[in-house]
């Protein structure tokens, strides 16, 4: 597992993680009631180097937006942002990789199933950049559990409550000996893995499923499109049956904790040879690359 640093913000302070607590009786205690993003942030010839903190903030506002908390504009800026977490990793004098996990908690207590006109404080802390698949390769198993619809819970919003759906997923594929899920939607078609999205590579093109799938419009997926292209590389969005998975050249996941994992088995299937294909590998690197050196699309913001 990985580790989680002592120094913790919480509602206006920094303070150890023991003493970074809400209320048994808070909303995001008792709902879920909270929504989060994480950002990977990389230590590079003694500079931290956070990858789309822009993009990671406006994730941020844009799931409250859509699940109707609506104090985040007025209490937050991106500069307030990046300052919490300049002094957050100044505190935790950390000189290695971490995940920054910031999440927007509803802390008013006993306040009803409702999302507006509530209170809500922010919390930030560090763990160690531990990737969640192996980057040599990765079993997959169908989970027998539908992904989220978009029309219960939005899947364009990282609501902490909807979770729940993930751990029963990712619990069944563990408890069946694999490394993680593939969700499929309600019409049977593939989602993403439990916090992963997913691409397969077909006679050299580039697949994934649309934003229409109930998926999670992934600021890494939005990264690997970007550097295909930029690989001119054939690239296509849209509906993706089980099966092509099966058939698949190659197929990888990807994510803010999953980096680049390649998928080398789904269902007791062997995907292409077994072993990580070269589009993949390729992606790996360049992704490796835009995460530590700064390029044409200004995506790291330097500490």
């Not at 970074?20 to 879920?32: C, E, H, I, N």
């Not at 935790?92 to 990789?97: F, L």
């Not at 979770?163 to 029963?168: D, E």
């Amino acid at each position: 597992m990985a580790q989680m640093h002592e120094t913790v913000y919480l509602g206006g302070e920094f303070v150890p993680r023991e003493n970074a607590a809400l209320s048994v009786a808070s909303s995001a205690v008792l709902y879920g009631l909270s929504v989060y993003t994480v950002l990977p942030v990389s230590y590079v010839d003694g500079s931290w180097l956070a990858f789309r903190l822009e993009d990671h903030f406006q994730r941020l506002n844009n799931s409250a937006k859509i699940i109707g908390i609506d104090t985040f504009p007025d209490d937050w800026s991106l500069a307030s942002f990046k300052a919490i977490i300049t002094e957050l990793l100044k505190k935790n004098d950390t000189k290695k990789d971490v995940f920054v996990r910031a999440t927007l908690h509803v802390s008013d207590e006993l306040a009803g199933a409702r999302t507006k006109g509530l209170n809500t404080v922010l919390s930030v802390f560090l763990y160690d950049a531990v990737p969640i698949l192996n980057p040599k390769g990765a079993r997959l198993k169908t989970s027998h559990w539908r992904r989220v619809s978009d029309q219960m819970i939005p899947a364009r919003a990282k609501v902490n409550g909807a979770y729940v759906n993930s751990a029963l997923a990712k619990q069944d594929a563990l408890d069946s000996g694999y490394d993680d899920c593939v969700f499929l939607d309600a019409d049977g078609h593939v989602c993403e893995l439990h916090a992963a999205n997913i691409f397969l590579v077909r006679k050299g093109k580039l697949i994934t499923p649309g934003n229409t799938t109930d998926i999670l419009e992934g600021i890494n997926r939005d990264t690997i499109l970007t550097i295909a292209k930029n690989l001119q590389l054939e690239v296509e969005e849209r509906t993706v049956d089980l099966t092509e998975l099966y058939v698949a050249d190659e197929v990888f996941a990807c994510g803010t904790s999953a980096n680049i994992a390649p998928i080398i088995e789904i269902d007791g299937r062997v995907i292409g040879v077994g072993k990580p294909g070269s589009i993949t590998e390729r992606l790996q690197k360049e992704h490796r690359l835009v995460r530590t050196k700064r390029s044409k699309h200004n995506w790291l913001t330097k500490f």
